[in-house]
């Protein structure tokens, strides 16, 4: 039997994304999305190790609506990385949880996502209306 660690739910969302390390800037493709993080496909050939310190920003819609956090690569298997998300502005927060609400379908287990993470961190911080995860 295996042990989940996993606190928050992940749904299945695929998206472009733009994943930046010290490195450069490469063009990923976003396969699920939690509150915590997201597990993306990298490119071949791409050059990011475990604990890189990264940005990740994913396009909702052809408009400007977009998620935008600073992340940590927490694992890497067969192309795709595992990223912590470190902290996330206001904006992609709210995107991020409707995105979430409408692919789970069940408010409640957002909601008690939102109220652990909450509770966890201390709420929403800094003068820009970061959540520091």
């Keep these: 039997m295996v042990h989940e660690r996993r606190h928050f739910v992940r749904v299945g969302f695929k998206a472009p994304a ?6 450069g800037t490469l063009d990923t493709q976003v ?3 939690s509150l915590k ?17 990264c940005q990740l920003v994913m396009a909702l819609s052809p408009t400007q609506e977009h ?3 600073a992340a940590e690569v ?3 298997d067969a192309g795709l990385a595992g990223l912590l998300c470190r902290s996330i502005d206001l904006d992609s ?3 991020l949880r409707r995105l979430i609400e409408l692919q789970l379908g ?5 909601e008690r996502d939102l109220a652990e993470l909450i509770a966890g961190h201390g709420g929403f911080a800094g003068s820009a209306g970061a959540a520091d995860l």
Excluded: E, R, Y
């Design 18 to 23: 733009q994943l930046t390390t010290g490195h």
């Design 31 to 33: 396969l699920d999305v």
């Design 37 to 53: 993080g997201a597990l993306v496909q990298l490119p071949d050939g791409a050059q990011v190790q475990q604990g890189t310190p």
């Design 67 to 69: 998620v935008s956090m």
């Design 74 to 76: 927490a694992h890497l």
């Design 93 to 95: 927060v709210t995107h």
């Design 106 to 110: 069940d408010a409640t287990l957002l």
